[in-house]
């Protein structure tokens, strides 16, 4: 005898519909659309084994939506959580200031600009309160 579902999900017609919408207007991100997918499919009744196989997806994936959804509901259930990392140091304004800084001459004594100098003149023309070489090295290989 199969186990019963922890989660059940059971959709309003309101939220079928605009599971159904999300899941065909096709502007959405795929992994949301996948989500919206195993909602509806979930909400049909189907077992996680077969709406896993349906989307394309591992059992564990169902189960975390669904979980999602019942907690917090379609809106939560579709979209990702925040990631976690660092905040980001240079903003576009600091991007900028580097990108010019990195094209004028270098200071005096020094044959050209090196990250470390970079980095150095950044904190010093207070930019950012710290910022490491490998950050500046970065920044600068993503604007080439």
């Known amino acids: 005898m199969p186990k019963p579902k ?4 059971v959709l309003t017609d309101d939220e079928r519909a605009q599971l159904v919408a999300f899941t ?3 502007s959405a991100a795929a992994r949301e659309v996948r989500r919206g997918r195993i909602l509806l499919l979930a909400a049909d ?3 996680e084994r077969d709406v ?6 591992c059992v564990g994936t169902v189960a975390r939506v669904r979980r999602r959804w019942a907690e917090a509901g379609v ?20 991007e900028a200031v580097l990108v010019a ?11 050209c ?3 470390q100098l970079l980095a150095d003149r950044l904190v010093a023309l207070d930019i950012v309160e710290h910022i490491s070489d490998e950050t500046v090295r970065r920044t600068l290989k993503k604007t080439r």
């Open 75 to 94: 809106d939560a259930a579709l979209q990702d959580r925040p990631r976690p990392g660092a905040v980001r140091l240079l903003d576009g304004k600091g």
């Open 113 to 115: 600009w090196t990250m």
């Open 45 to 47: 009744g189907r077992r």
């Open 24 to 26: 065909t207007k096709g």
């Open 6 to 9: 922890q989660y059940e999900v």
């Open 101 to 111: 800084l990195a094209c004028t001459d270098p200071p005096a004594g020094e044959a």
């Open 52 to 57: 896993a196989d349906a989307v394309g997806c």
